[in-house]
T-cell receptor, first 114, second 112 residues
């Protein structure tokens, strides 16, 4: 058990809809990362937050947004969903910036857009 | 930009065979290198890491050596087990505290 909790485990929704994915990092971890895993693109980094502030952006679409709350949990919002957004979305956390602490991954949220 | 290239799978081996999964990287400077493993239905788990040239990471019988001259970080294990069946990801981190760039993953199936 990595200590990173993601909810829900599965999500099925229709095109054009909006969903929110939730992540609780390991206790004490300040950094949260979101990744998208699909068969054709592999693991793509979306966005990173550190202690409530956006720290780095990867290949995140404008239709997607995220935030990290004062209690350090994070949410990834996906809107105007398209079939191609169907993927496994992972959250990871690490202790702090400035060191090389490893990323700890949750078990992911599987999103299916129909 | 920074990128990682892994050998394509799937790789199928018999139990007790020798395993090599190739990984090469492109990056400026001195990235840290990682191998992660993903078992079915689970998230990625750190397998091993190396933070500077010539470092060898090792864990659970797996090893990888950071070779700057060949920009490689190949994963090896002398004798694989059925329980090693999983997807293996090579990754680099350009700067401490930032996100990892992953390769596409290599699926390994070990048969009895």
């Amino acid at each position: 058990d990595s200590g990173v909790t993601q909810t829900p485990k599965h999500l099925i929704t229709a095109t054009g809809q909006r969903v929110t994915l939730r992540c609780s990092p390991r206790s004490g971890d300040l950094s949260v990362y979101w990744y998208q895993q699909s068969l054709d693109q592999g693991l793509q980094f979306l966005i990173q937050y550190y202690n409530g502030e956006e720290r780095a952006k990867g290949n995140i679409l404008e239709r997607f947004s995220a935030q990290q709350f004062p209690d350090l949990h994070s949410e990834l919002n996906l809107s105007s969903l398209e079939l191609g957004d169907s993927a496994l979305y992972f959250c990871a956390s690490s202790a702090r910036t400035g060191d090389n602490s490893p990323l700890h991954f949750g078990n992911g949220t599987r999103l299916t857009v129909t | 930009g920074n990128s990682v290239t892994q050998m394509e799978g799937p790789v199928t081996l018999s139990e007790e065979a020798f395993l090599t999964i190739n990984c090469t990287y492109t990056a400026t400077g001195y990235p840290s290198l990682f191998w992660y493993v993903q078992y079915p239905g689970e998230g990625l788990q750190l397998l091993l890491k190396a933070t500077k040239a010539d470092d060898k990471g090792s864990n659970k019988g797996f090893e990888a050596t950071y070779r700057k001259e060949t920009t490689s970080f190949h994963l090896e294990k002398g004798s694989v087990q059925v329980s090693d069946s999983a997807v293996y990801f090579c990754a680099l981190r350009k700067n401490s505290g930032y996100a990892l760039n992953f390769g596409k993953g290599t699926s390994l199936l070990v048969t009895p």
